[in-house]
């Protein structure tokens, strides 16, 4: 069976926001290291000369963007550090006297590497080179996150239900849009709707509160058990948090890269189609809403 690789959603940027918040915030970036020009393709900025000598404020998500405020004399109030993982972005942190993370990793694949004071050392890594790690101005930075819609996380009924409104396209692809609910991808798209029991291919603008109400909940509830399993790491090993740690969701799927298997619910294999670049996994007897 082929399979689309699992590539980061919420769960799994949120675990890695929580590892480099142990570490980033507060401290000073003394020295960056940028091994591949492509990570600043989308602002064509190289980020070096404005993030040395910088101190990170905090480490923020919205969807599955990472965003660090900075503080510098020589930056305007509101620049941001940003990264979004893509396929196979991912960090690693360690202290630089202690070279084994360094030396297990394939160094071909490092992209950038900032040191920090107290000399923590965070590394990103990214394998097929779509990631994205990069400065925004106070304005750019405030258009990107006006674009993006509202964090999934604790999505409530009200605003999904708005958010759907109209829409002309199925309710599996409505999730994945990241300007009308950030966060989600084919992962928790498919787990939430199994949840719910509802049909992925239904217009998305046909969901009526009660619907939305059902679906907001059990959004919530799988993001938020996924982030206590530290998401969903697959056999390909591309995800890992800050500690290279893997994430062990993938043993509580209940129908996502389950094609054939029985249903938890009603034992019918799950079938799957594919639609371009995403596949959809459902029941075909229990996803009848
Ligand atoms: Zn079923």
Redesign the pocket.
């Known amino acids: 069976m082929l399979y689309n690789p699992i590539v980061p959603e919420l769960p799994e940027v949120e675990t890695i926001r929580k590892g480099l918040a142990a570490v980033l915030p507060n401290r000073i970036v003394q020295k960056v290291f940028v091994h591949d020009s492509r990570l600043w393709r989308r602002t064509g900025q190289d980020p070096t000369p404005a993030l040395e000598k910088t101190r990170i404020i905090s480490v923020e998500r919205q969807g599955k963007w990472l965003f660090c405020p900075l503080d510098s004399p020589h930056l305007s109030t509101g620049t941001i550090l940003a990264a979004h993982l893509r396929m196979s972005g991912k960090f690693l942190v360690d202290k630089t006297e202690n070279s084994a993370t360094h030396e297990r990793h394939d160094l071909s694949h490092l992209r950038a590497t900032l040191l920090l004071s107290d000399a923590y050392r965070v590394s990103f890594v990214d394998t097929r080179r779509f990631a994205e790690f990069l400065i925004f101005t106070p304005e750019t930075g405030k258009t990107l996150r006006a674009r993006l819609g509202p964090d999934a996380l604790n999505i409530s009924t009200e605003t999904l239900f708005s958010a759907f409104q109209g829409r002309k396209g199925t309710l599996k692809a409505a999730l994945c849009n990241q300007h009308l609910i950030a966060g989600i991808g084919n992962i928790y798209s498919d787990e939430a709707l199994w949840r719910a029991k509802m049909r992925w291919d239904r217009p998305a603008g046909h969901l009526s509160k009660k619907d939305a109400e059902t679906l907001s909940f059990h959004i919530r509830s799988v993001l938020k058990e996924a982030i206590v399993a530290g998401g969903t790491s697959a056999k390909d090993g591309l995800y890992r948090g800050v500690n290279e740690e893997k994430g062990w969701f993938a043993l509580q799927l209940d129908v996502y890269q389950r094609t054939g298997y029985p249903?938890p619910?009603?034992?019918?294999p799950i079938e799957r189609r594919q639609r371009g670049g995403s596949a959809t996994h459902f029941?075909p007897?229990?996803?009848q809403s």
């Not at 619910?265 to 019918?268: G, I, Q």
């Open positions: 249903c619910r009603c034992s019918t029941c007897t229990c996803q």
